[in-house]
């Protein structure tokens, strides 16, 4: 199960406190301006920025 809508809005990126999108995959959250990816595990983000991902250029705006 993806994480839930109302919970996604409530979510800020750690680093730059910026609006998170959930990826196509539903696996993890995408924080623009500062080009990481926080991944999902067991319907949990994991939001430590030492977590994170660098966001690859081929996702799509």
Known sequence: MPVK???LEILACPKCKGKLE???QENG???RP???VYEIRDE???MLISEAK???ESVAP
């Open 44 to 46: 949990i983000p994991i």
């Open 22 to 24: 959930l990826n196509e």
């Open 54 to 56: 660098a966001l690859e």
């Open 34 to 36: 500062c080009k990481l």
């Open 5 to 7: 809508k109302d919970f």
């Open 29 to 31: 959250l995408i924080c």
